[in-house]
Structures are given as C-alpha cells and as structure tokens.
C-alpha cells in the first residue's frame, strides 16, 4: 500500500508541475497543456508520464531546446516522497492520501513562493474550502478541532499582519495570512500552535543566518512561505505528538 500511496504522490506532483505556470496568473485554467513556459507548445505524449520526456530528451524542451526548471524534478520526487511518509504516519490509508495531498500542496506553494514571490490565491482558497469540506476525515481529529484550528490560525495571521506592519509592506503579506489560514484548517487545533511556532522559529534563524552570511540584506526580500511550509509538514505530521510532549513536561 505504500507503493499505492507514493504512485498518487507522483501523479500529483506531476500534474501540479504541469499547472504550475497558470497557478500564479490569471490565464485560464482551461486549455491545452504545456511542457515549456517558454515556448509554450502543447504537451508531447512523452511528457504526459513522470519523468519519461525528462530523461529521453535530457531535461530540455524538444521544441526550442530550454532547459526544463527544476521543479519538474522536485515536484514529483517531492510529492511521492511525502505521500509516503504520510501513509508511515497515519493508520488509516485515506488519511494518509489526505496528509499526503495537503503536503504535496504546501511543497507546491514553498515553490511558488521561492520561483515567483507568491502564494497563489488558484492553491490556497480551492485548498482550504478542501481542507473545510474533509475536516471529518482525519482519524485523531474531530471536525470541530479542525475548524477551530483554522479560526486561531486567523487569529494569529491577524496579530501577525499588524505586529508587521510598522516594519514595512513586505514584512509580511496577506499572501502569508492566508497560507496560516489553510494551515490551521488542515493540521487543526492545537497543532496550528506547533505549525506557527516552528515556521516562525525556522524564519527567523533562516532570515538571520542569510543576513550574517551577506546572502540578503536586511532591505531584501526573503519569502516566509518556505518556512511556514516547513511549520505545516512537522505539524501535519507530527504535531499533536509534539504537543502531548510539551503539555506533559
């Protein structure tokens, strides 16, 4: 079963590879289907399966030879990996195709995040109407405690946004409000706590050790949703543990 589990996170990957440039534009969803975001031509057959046109025409684009952005190999390997991680966590088999979607979904977004600047409004509204209409699903949380995970993450992204504010427009962005949002209706409460808590801590040691390795200034850009990304997974997969942990100290 883990075969099955780790064969849906490659086809997810896939596809969301493949969706990647019309996620974070106002282009159609509909249409034919690409390969190349440079040249745009429709899709070949031998790119319609995981990684067959990647490895027969060499990680280039047949049609006006570019080479193809490392997301084609992330995405999936990413996704397939997750989703098998997801089923060693939970014990239920659609739980764990459920952890693995969300997960794959927050991988996608640290990629947008990172190629683009952006938290497309195509993953995260559709994500969190997901993450609302499936809080039922979850094996060791009631729909109640999802729910309510999702009204303290916007209680928190709230306070976040306005603690920000006097650092600047780009301290943080309603782009990050709304990622915490979707985070606390997947892991639910209390592990939107440890999600926040540990996508905070990671940015700001991340954030510092760029500054001091001359990597960024102060003044540059450097995207939270990596790191908030990175709060999502440990909580998604980990976070009520982490929580008994704590709360039994």
Same mark, same amino acid.
């Given at each position: 079963?883990?075969?099955? =589990?780790?064969?849906?996170?490659?086809?997810l990957g896939h596809f969301l590879d493949l969706a990647f440039d019309r996620l974070y534009t106002d282009s159609p969803l509909s249409g034919p289907i690409y390969r190349c975001s440079a040249c745009r031509t429709a899709l070949r057959p031998g790119f319609a399966v995981p990684f067959a046109g990647i490895i027969w025409f060499r990680g280039s684009c047949p049609d006006c030879n570019e080479r193809l952005p490392w997301r084609a190999l992330v995405l999936p390997l990413g996704s397939t990996a997750l989703f098998a991680i997801s089923y060693l966590v #939970?014990?239920?088999?659609?739980?764990? !195709? !459920?952890?693995? #979607?969300?997960?794959?979904?927050?991988?996608?977004?640290?990629?947008t995040d990172l190629d683009r600047r952006l938290l497309p409004n195509r993953i995260v509204y559709p994500s969190i109407l997901i993450g609302a209409a499936l809080s039922w699903a979850w094996p060791e949380s009631s729909a109640v405690e999802v729910l309510a995970g999702g009204a303290v993450a916007f209680a928190i992204a709230v306070a976040l946004l306005l603690f920000? !504010?006097?650092?600047?427009?780009?301290?943080?962005? +309603?782009?990050?409000?709304? +990622?915490?949002?979707?985070?606390? +209706?997947?892991?639910? #409460?209390?592990?939107?706590?440890? =999600?926040?808590?540990?996508?905070?801590? =990671?940015?700001?040691?991340? =954030?510092?050790? !760029?500054?001091?390795?001359?990597?960024?200034?102060?003044? %540059?850009?450097?995207?939270?949703?990596? #790191?908030?990304?990175?709060?999502?997974?440990?909580?998604?997969?980990?976070?009520?543990?982490?929580? %008994?942990?704590?709360?039994?100290?």
């Open positions: 079963m883990i075969a099955v =589990a780790a064969l849906a996170g490659l086809v #939970f014990d239920e088999f659609g739980a764990s !195709l !459920l952890g693995g #979607f969300f997960a794959s979904i927050f991988l996608a977004l640290t990629l920000s !504010l006097p650092f600047g427009a780009g301290a943080f962005g +309603m782009g990050d409000v709304k +990622m915490i949002i979707l985070i606390g +209706m997947v892991v639910g #409460f209390p592990s939107i706590l440890v =999600a926040v808590f540990v996508g905070t801590f =990671a940015g700001g040691i991340g =954030a510092a050790l !760029l500054i001091l390795l001359r990597l960024r200034s102060r003044r %540059d850009y450097i995207p939270h949703g990596p #790191f908030l990304a990175l709060g999502a997974l440990t909580a998604l997969f980990w976070g009520q543990d982490i929580w %008994d942990w704590y709360t039994d100290r």
